[in-house]
């Protein structure tokens, strides 16, 4: 199958400081990646760079063929990439049904009529029907992380980037988000989920790639990446000699 | 729904004030005299040009203070479609709306690639790169100006009363067009882009809104309408001049302070704030400077008491009565 997004020896520098050198990454379609990696690795950077709001300072970066590097972020997004942000960024002024139908019509290219039966559905799925009239900066945490995903949901994304969006949720709150995960991603969507919550990264992707030391250094099945030497050491700090 | 454009919940509402407004002010020509007309002409006009104000820096966060580039180019463009080329009066007036827009585009292509504050300050080089262009222009009266052809002037009225009348009823439907205009903007696909990306611009890229197609979409409308009551005001003065038409004063620095007054992001601040600024103008005017001082101060304090303007108190304060009464009846 073709690849749906292909990452070439990508790197990005700000200044004299590198965050990311030499990634390369394959994703196909409807493919589930989780990234673990330190703080601080690059992880939000990568997908900055995925959803066009940075430039690479080197290598390529292709989404279905096209040169994703040079793309802006709006046409990133018109062409199927969806994305959450690790703090929440709502439209704080407008309602929460308004936030989602920006998705649905920007995004999407949805009319206002479409747009706004499926903010409806999407609302009611992620659980914030109660609160689609109010307005989102008054919501609390965990229905800001819903509307972010609302939000990106709404485009019905060939590609959703999910940044960390069950940190800081307590065990009940994650099951809740894991339901609701499983009902707005479709089966075809292919996913990236950055998450440093493991218990909840195992239940919903297929496999995981770790990001430290600005490289990818290991990817595959999750129990085999958390039995991996180099990321126990990441993780745990050196193993003790007996 | 409280993030509405109005001060209150219903949508139905600006557009019942709208009618009611139409229905009080279009036959007022025949109860009251010429001086009023004219005051009223006035307002109109500074309070269109406030609404566009606001729709370009309250609803899309783009702050030019250089905005009377547009009116006073507008004015001129009257002059010398009327004067020098020759063409219908009202045809003319019709045309500095494409006029508008077309200027704006180059504009906003230079000032495009500049950010927040110096956007600001190259709207207004610009704006006065206009004004000594315009004093330079051959056949339009240099530094002091120039005044229109009577026969041009009496095209919108033979008699002086009726002109009056004509022009107040042609700047009151600017101004309830612009209105429209403006709640039919927020209301379209578009309008969603504009307020995602007042309120997060970061966000608003993701999510598929390009905000440069946004802001130009902002001030070619801008652009087109300051144009067109550029024209009404040369009509209104019944001449052009550098220093009047492209005036700093009038046309940017007053607006500013009657939409920040009357509360920004909002269309009933630039008609609050318009109101108001009349009032003032006419009952400080007699202290001199003093009038500026006591405007400067007022928009200086509302800025740091409450930066959502008059609307904001007012709205404030509904919803505490509303809550009282809730108590008492409680």
Known sequence: ?242 | MTGDIMTSGSQKLPLAVLGLSVAVMVPLPFFVDNGTMRYLTDLFIIMSVAQLWNLLAGFGGVVSIGQHAFVGAGGYAFFGLTTHLGLNPFLSMALTLPFGALLSLPVFAILSRMRVAYFAIGSWVLAEVFMLVAGKLPGFGGGSGISLRPQIVKAFGASTSSRVENIYWLSFAILVLVIFLIILVMHSRRGYSLRAMRDNETAAMALGVNPNAVKAMLFVVSGAFLSLLGAVNTLQKLRVNPSGSFSLTDWTVFIIFMVVIGGMGRIIGPIIGAVLFVLLRENLSGYGPIYMIILGAAAIGMMLFEPGGIAVLVQRWKLKKAKTQELEEA
């Not at chain 1, 649905?104 to 706004?116: D, Q």
């Not at chain 1, 065990?171 to 707005?184: G, H, M």
């Open chain 1, 1 to 242: 199958m073709k690849p749906l997004l292909e990452l070439r020896g990508v790197s990005k520098a700000f200044g004299g400081i590198e965050v990311f050198n030499d990634v390369s990454l394959t994703l196909e379609p409807g493919a589930r990646l989780g990234i673990l990696g330190p703080n601080g690795a690059g992880k939000s950077t990568m997908f900055n760079l995925i959803s066009g709001l940075h430039r690479p300072t080197g290598g390529e970066m292709l989404y279905e063929g096209h040169n994703l590097g040079q793309m802006k972020p709006w046409n990133a997004c018109r062409r199927g990439i969806g994305r959450t942000f690790q703090i929440p960024q709502p439209f704080g002024d407008m309602t929460v049904a308004e936030n989602v139908i920006v998705g649905c019509t920007s995004g999407a290219g949805l009319s206002l009529h479409e747009a706004r039966d499926r903010a409806h559905d999407i609302l009611e799925m992620t659980g914030l029907g109660d609160h689609r009239d109010k307005l989102a900066k008054s919501l609390a945490l965990l229905d800001l992380k819903r509307l972010e995903l609302a939000k990106a949901a709404a485009m019905k994304p060939k590609l959703l980037l999910l940044d960390e969006i069950a940190g800081g949720l307590t065990e009940a709150e994650c099951d809740t988000l894991l339901d609701i995960l499983q009902k707005v991603v479709r089966r075809d969507t292919a996913v990236i989920w950055i998450e440093h919550v493991v218990h909840a990264l195992t239940r919903f992707v297929d496999e995981v790639a770790v990001l430290a030391d600005k490289q990818i250094v290991v990817r595959g099945q999750i129990d085999e990446v958390l039995e991996n030497a180099e990321v126990r050491r990441l993780y745990f700090g050196a193993e003790a000699e007996v």
